[in-house]
């Protein structure tokens, strides 16, 4: 009976705990929210308005919705122009970090050698300087040693080498976390290291390339500082086009929402149809 007693005593006090610090959290998580999604939900719904609207009422509603701001972006050649640029760039920064990355963990998870760790740590390094700090570099190597300036891949490759080490750092635990017994049983039967690679841990390592693909595609996307030093007329992207379109129409306040919208609406649609296959690719990592 005491037993018992203590634990129904017991039981009361956690779950207490946890009332008393459920709401707090929550009233932070929507804070959060509202903090991050203000911004964006102001801007699409300032698309849907009048300059007039705005000026008459900046906080309210549409009244009534207008789709000529979105009308009139959308039949802009110079917009598709920024999407295609921006496509093309993202795709390449993409496809360049996912293989070039899975090829640098491979070694750093399956095989042992003297440097390892330390070589691991290097790329964890690289996680502390982003491009900002090669950003002068990175400009005279670009456009005087290779010749890439105002081309796709010149913005691409130096966006890809700097998505290296988070690439990595992600990977390597899935790939650390397939059982060696497997690889030694397809050793067994003939394969080599290489079929090995292709034909079993490229598989299994899927969730964590889908999580690295989609970060280095949003990140690709969203860039503008490379971008802005490498890219020039019709190369540039959307966020460049962005950029010209609020100078070139300051006036034009809706036009604007409605062009910002539409330019980071397919980011965020591709993050948010992919955000399970991320968070469940970064809990491999940490599982890992």
Known sequence: MSTAATLRRGRP????GRSEGGPVVYLV???????????????????????????ASPAGLPDPWVLDNYRGVLASRDFWAYALNSTVVAVITTAVTV?????????????????????FMVFVVGLLFPATVAIIPLFIL?????????????VALPQAAFALPM??????PFLMAIPREMEEAALIDGASRLQFFWRILLPLSGPGMVTVGVLAFVGSWNAYLLPLLLLQGDMKTLPLGVADFSSQYSSDTAGVFAFTTLAMVPALIFFLAMQRRIVSGLQGAVKG
């Open 99 to 119: 293989v070039f990355g899975l090829m640098a963990a491979y070694p750093l998870a399956r095989y042992h050698f003297r440097w390892r760790e330390p070589l």
């Open 167 to 172: 690439t990595i750092v992600i990977l390597r």
């Open 13 to 16: 006090r956690e779950g207490s």
């Open 29 to 55: 998580a929507l804070l959060v929210v509202a903090v991050t999604l203000g911004p964006v939900l102001y801007a699409v719904l300032g698309g849907f308005r009048t300059n007039a609207q705005l000026a």
């Open 142 to 154: 670009v456009t005087r040693d290779l010749q890439l300036g105002n081309t796709w891949w010149g």
